[in-house]
């Protein structure tokens, strides 16, 4: 079944970004040039998916506002004959069609996907965690997308970890099957001793509908929260897990130093920047 639906849970607080989150929501702390979230965005997009749907909370409306028409602007652009950055702006706002959902209260990344449960309609979906940024040549949604299309069940981005930061993650335990591919026997949210392997689970998901009704069954885990790792686990029982390891590089940039990382590489990537940030960089001698 071809997926079209991504969903970006985004009503998390980013404490580990204060004050800078205080009143500016974690998805809109730009890199570069673009929000966080606008390179998730960009990547469904680039993966062939067509509706986005963010789950917001309180203090989150400067999403919905980066996302629409600013009639305003536009006509400036237009007056000023700034074509260039008219278009930017326009093909930010006709990107791709979006709904919002809100989550009242902050019950955890589990329950932000539950909320969108009437917004599916019982179809495979993909869910993009903004913080992530994957530098890639092939978008990973699109990399885990051959996987579903062969085995038509949920996928899971992985990633190797020292076995030392494993408990900042989920972790699987897989049995490899092919290039990059693991079929999951267990999962883990956030293991505080022994975790079942090195393969951490990152911001990338398609998940099959039966992922609500696992929600449903899932009781406050890690935190108190609702861990999405939890529902993963009871759906396992009736259902295979695919976990895929992707090529491309990751960034935590929900992070402060995943943050400075993400804004460095990518800006050494920008043609109308490299030369002189390298040189600048250099310059520095550190
Ligand atoms: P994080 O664990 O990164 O939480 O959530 P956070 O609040 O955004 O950031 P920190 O850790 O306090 O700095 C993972 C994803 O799940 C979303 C977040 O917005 C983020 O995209 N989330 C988390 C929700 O949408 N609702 C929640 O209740 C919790």
Known sequence: MKIKKAVFPAAGFGTRFLPATKAIPKEMLPLVDKPLIQYGVEEAKSSGLSEIIIVT???????????????????????????????????????????????????????????????INNEPFAVFLGDDIIDSEVPVMRQMMEVHKRFGTTVLAVQKVPKSQAHLYGVIKGQKIGDGIYRVLDLVEKPQSNPPSNLAIIGRYILSPGIFNALEETKPGKGGEIQLTDALRILLRTQEIYALEFEGTRYDAGDKLGFLKANVSLALKRPELRAEFRKFLKDLKI
């Open 57 to 119: 909370g309180m203090g989150k409306t400067a999403i919905e506002d980066h996302f629409d028409t600013s009639f305003e602007l536009e006509k400036l652009l237009q007056e000023r004959g700034k074509t260039e950055l008219l278009r930017m702006i326009e093909n930010v706002s006709g990107m791709v069609h979006f709904a919002y959902t809100r989550q009242k209260k902050p019950l955890g990344l589990g329950h932000a996907i539950g909320i969108t449960r009437n917004l």
